[in-house]
């Protein structure tokens, strides 16, 4: 579907498709969520099926016909993954290559060169930012758990004080810094402005991932003393190849999206011109999908060509880096889809007329939303759709840097309180050879500070900015 008809699409379902009231609306929002719920908890179906009937269960609740509701959730999906699905692709490329060219293991051992003693947990929370950058928060585990389990094993240190930094940093990059999924799609249905928000992102997740990070692992260590498994370590991506890319290169590499996104703000901050040259020529360098798809193209220099790969291997790569993102493009399409539903019922005018009402601060409410949608399902990508499509409305009347705030709360409210319901708790919970309580006093509560901390420092911002 091309732009121009999503766009004409999204004018026919503009208007309400439902004249329910308040009490009516309440009722189907909740039923809609509860359905959700329900199906990914307790019939451990796909969270793209679930959202696709909570989507149907919402229009039906709120007594829509339900032609219309098909329509609207299909103009969500289609328009969310016309926005950032390409985005998700071009960043799912760039983690593969990243971890199979061995470019992350060269940073990690870099960095774990020049660390000891003290510093050690605060190497670990850098290479975890770094590495966390393109990298989706599974994919990031997987590849780093094996560094983790190491450096507390050769360094005699507890497995809380190394991995909880480690942890930490790729959860703060993966719920409030993009290209990742949650913040891609937040800052779509909001509509901020995505280098504003990627600034505001990282000056509000260096000091959560700070205190989330090296200073509650000392207190996670004397809560929960236990030394890395004795079980074989995995084998890391890099183990094989004969020569590795260069740190250097490998930095560039990862940081060129970000400089380049960021360096596009900056400009329309300093020029304010649409119109002048150098504006203009920012705006498309800056842009998410040129920059992303410059770092790919480069990678294939700076990553793939020093590992040894031949052509055909790095056109592999790009195939196993699409292919695990197919489930994530869904489930982000299919949240889109029900945001929209939401926004054509009349949900999101529901909530603002409610904000105004109970003199709620916007980026609170956005916040508790996601806290309530996380808890209910175990999902951050799933919380993060589904309030952003709540508190869509909000961001009509604010700024630029208030609207990236907005997105904040909601990645800071979608990684409250990891739990039993959620596929990392148990990703955690196994790598580390953890009972359930002792990943709960431990993983949980760095979940659940990273959301505090986070959700603070935005409030706070948003009274400065």
Known sequence: MTRLSVEMLAADTAEPITSAGHAQLGIAVLA???????????FKLHAFLALTVGSLALGAFAGAPLDKVITSF???????????????????????????????????????????????????????????????????VVLLIPVVL???????????????????GLSVMH??????????????????????TLALGVLVAVPTVVIAGPVFSRF???????????RMIPQRPSAELENRPGFGATLATILLPVVLMLS??????????????????????????????AAVLVGIFTLG????????????????????????????????????????????????EISEDWSIPALLLAWLIAVAIRLATGSATVATVSAAGLVAPLAADMSATHAALLVLAIGAGSLFFSHVNDAGFWLVKEYFGLSVGQNLKTWSVMETLISVVAGGLVLLLSLIL
């Open 32 to 42: 809609g969520i509860a359905v959700i719920v329900l199906l990914i908890t307790r």
């Open 74 to 140: 299909t103009t969500g999906l289609g328009a969310t993954v016309a926005s950032v699905g390409v985005l998700i692709a071009l960043g799912a490329i760039l983690g593969r290559m990243l971890a199979d060219s061995g470019g992350a293991d060269q940073i990690v051992d870099t960095i774990l060169a020049r660390a000891g003693g003290r510093s050690m947990p605060w190497a670990m929370v850098l290479i975890a930012s770094v590495i966390g950058l393109p990298l989706f928060f599974e994919v990031g």
């Open 150 to 168: 190491m450096v507390a094993k050769r360094g005699n240190y507890s497995l809380m004080r190394i991995g909880i930094p480690a942890l930490a």
């Open 175 to 196: 719920g409030l810094v993009p290209p990742h999924p949650g913040p891609l799609v937040a800052i779509d249905a909001v509509g901020a402005d995505l280098g504003v």
């Open 220 to 230: 996670a260590a004397r809560w929960v003393d236990v030394p890395a498994p004795d």
């Open 264 to 293: 596009k703000a900056l400009v329309d901050i300093v020029v304010d011109d649409p119109t002048h040259t150098v504006q203009r020529v920012f705006d498309v360098l800056g842009s998410p999908l040129i920059a992303l798809l």
């Open 305 to 352: 060509r020093p590992a040894g790969f031949t052509k055909e291997r790095i056109s592999g790569l790009v195939e196993k880096g699409l292919a695990p993102i197919a489930g994530i493009l869904l489930i982000v399409g299919a949240g889109g889809g029900f945001k929209q539903t939401l926004i054509d019922c009349g949900v999101g005018r529901m909530v603002l």
